[in-house]
Antibody, heavy 119, light 111 residues
Framework: EVQLVESGGGLVQPGGSLRLSCAGSGFTFSTYWMYWVRQAPGQGLVWVSRIRGDGITISYADSVKGRFTISRDNARNTLYLQMNNLRAEDTALYYC????????????WGQGTMVTVSS | QSALTQPPSASGSPGQSVAISCTGTSSDVGGYNYVSWYQQHPGKAPKLIIYEVTKRPSGVPDRFSGSKSGNTASLTVSGLQSEDEADYYCSSYVGSTDFYVFGTGTKVTVL
């Protein structure tokens, strides 16, 4: 079964850091673009970051540039999101997502991990 | 990058059709055929229902269809069923940023 499982969310103070992880299984992880998408409570979806299968091409939303770093370890089939200098507005459910080959859209989503930034 | 514009809500009776618009610019929706649509039920992860403007992933009923005209894409749900009650989001590639943007989301209610 193709699956994505996120972990690492939690409560952190403003200015703090957190690292999210996403373990992929059931597919050849290294051949897929992987994304992070977030959704604040009661709000819409927002693309956060993406990384190509080989880890070379990376993109970020303007709102997280300079604070968040996406990376991947294809040997461990794991995607990461290092989040630094967190702000209250980063509070959201963070989804890990896979873009399908020949689909140009997210075909597999994780269940999400909640990040709460509050003092 | 501002979110694409969707109506906040749409509704229809069972068996009827409902159409949801997604308006962007020539830099996103109008410039590329990389518009996708996602369905999200409360407390669940989104689900892909349309990609590349008109294509349906396997397993998605043909009651769901997509189209595009100029800078506006549309999702039509025909033969509404109770399980279609959900939030729907469009998404488009943005050439100027080489990234993507979601729409504001539309809550569909089956009356």
């Amino acid at each position: 079964e193709v699956q994505l499982v996120e972990s690492g969310g939690g409560l952190v103070q403003p200015g703090g850091s957190l690292r999210l992880s996403c373990a992929g299984s059931g597919f050849t992880f290294s051949t897929y673009w992987m994304y992070w998408v977030r959704q604040a409570p009661g709000q819409g979806l927002v693309w956060v970051s993406r990384i190509r299968g080989d880890g070379i091409t990376i993109s970020y939303a303007d709102s997280v540039k300079g604070r968040f770093t996406i990376s991947r370890d294809n040997a461990r089939n794991t995607l990461y999101l290092q989040m630094n200098n967190l702000r209250a507005e980063d509070t959201a459910l963070y989804y890990c997502a896979r873009v399908g080959v020949g689909v140009s859209a997210v075909d597999i989503w994780g269940q999400g991990t909640m990040v709460t930034v509050s003092s | 990058q501002s979110a694409l514009t969707q109506p906040p809500s749409a509704s229809g009776s069972p068996g009827q059709s409902v159409a949801i618009s997604c308006t962007g610019t020539s830099s996103d929706v109008g410039g590329y055929n990389y518009v996708s649509w996602y369905q999200q039920h409360p407390g669940k992860a989104p689900k892909l229902i349309i990609y590349e403007v008109t294509k349906r992933p396997s397993g998605v009923p043909d009651r769901f269809s997509g189209s595009k005209s100029g800078n506006t894409a549309s999702l039509t749900v025909s033969g509404l069923q109770s399980e279609d009650e959900a939030d729907y989001y469009c998404s488009s590639y943005v050439g100027s940023t080489d990234f993507y943007v979601f729409g504001t989301g539309t809550k569909v209610t089956v009356l």
